[in-house]
Structure formats: C-alpha cells, structure tokens
Nanobody
C-alpha cells in the first residue's frame, strides 16, 4: 500500500507500555526514512521518532527520548514504535509517515495514514 497503516494503539495506565506498528511497502521503506508523529488533543502534529532507511540512525524528540524506541523489521516491512513508561501527556493519535531529507529535518511527505489512538490514563 502507498499509505502507511498504523496499528497497536489502545488504553494504558501511566507507566505502562505499548508497541505501535506501521506497515509500508518494502519499496517505500527502501527509499525514505520513516517518522512517527503525535497529535495530542488541541495541539499540532509533531514529530517524535524517526528511523533512517538503513535502520541504523534514529532521532527522537526530547519528550520521548529514553522512553520510546523506533525500529525497522525489514523482513516484515514494518516500522515499530516501542513506547515505555507512558505518561498522560503521551495521549493522542499517532501517525507514521515517510520523510523528506532523512531524520534530520522532521519533514513529512504528507502520506498520512488513519493513525492509531493511544490513551494514557489512570
């Protein structure tokens, strides 16, 4: 598929973990870095994690660094976002997207999927 397909969202308590998945064709993953963006309620969509084409380079927003891990499963054409020690402020819709200029510029190519909802609440 040309659009990313996100899955894995749900409701979790603070301190819990979730793993999100982003399905993209191999041909697209071999051409572009893949980023995860969060749209929190009432806020603009912001980039939080990105993985390079090779999978060797990652970049994180300060708000999720040391809690979230982005990785690629090349055999299954999936990009994962492992989210640990979740906080209430992590609540929102998570999207994956392919990126212009790798992971340094946080520029989406605007190929947004439907997103997946994550709710962190006690």
């Amino acid at each position: 598929q040309l659009q990313p397909v996100e899955s894995g969202g749900g409701r979790v308590q603070p301190g819990g973990s979730l793993r999100l998945s982003c399905a993209l064709t191999r041909s697209i993953q071999d051409r572009y870095a893949v980023g995860w963006f969060l749209q929190a309620p009432g806020k603009d969509r912001e980039g939080i994690a990105c993985v390079s084409i090779s999978g060797a380079i990652t970049n994180y927003a300060a708000s999720v660094k040391d809690r979230f891990i982005v990785s690629k499963d090349k055999d299954n054409n999936v990009v994962y976002l492992q989210m640990n020690n979740l906080k209430i402020e992590d609540t929102g819709v998570y999207y994956c997207t392919t990126m212009f200029e790798g992971c340094s510029a946080w520029r989406s190519r605007n190929d947004w999927g439907q997103g997946t909802q994550v709710t962190v609440s006690a």
